[in-house]
Nanobody, 122 residues
Framework: QVELVESGGDSVQAGGSLRLSCAIS????????LAWFRQVAGKEREGVAF???????TYAASVKDRFTISRDNTKPILYLEMNRLEPEDTAIYYC????????????????WGQGTQVTVSS
């Protein structure tokens, strides 16, 4: 069973920065795809940033050039660096992990963290 644990959520002013962390499984980076999603109450979960097993990254248009997804090369940790935060970024943020082979066949991540709250005030 894969357990993911997020941390780093907080309340900040607009324009501020936060770094979220997610403890992931120890599976080789060469096999796993990683991502950050966010969800606002009453809305669908939204994909924010994606990290492929080859290191390629993809971002939602709303966060591109403000957020950076990365992984620690020495420990199984996924990060989301968030800069120039806006009130619209307020949400619960979730990390997700799966084997890229599974993702390519089924299109959905099986493993999720419990979420961490980010609140941005104007």
């Amino acid at each position: 069973q894969v357990e993911l644990v997020e941390s780093g959520g907080d309340s900040v002013q607009a324009g501020g920065s936060l770094r979220l962390s997610c403890a992931i499984s120890g599976d080789p980076y060469s096999r796993i795809c990683l991502a950050w999603f966010r969800q606002v109450a009453g809305k669908e979960r939204e994909g924010v940033a994606f990290l492929g097993n080859d290191g390629t990254t993809t971002y939602a248009a709303s966060v591109k050039d403000r957020f950076t997804i990365s992984r620690d090369n020495t420990k199984p940790i996924l990060y989301l660096e968030m800069n120039r935060l806006e009130p619209e970024d307020t949400a619960i943020y979730y990390c997700a992990q799966d084997f890229c082979s599974h993702l390519s066949r089924h299109g959905q991540y099986r493993y999720w963290g419990q979420g961490t709250q980010v609140t941005v005030s104007s």
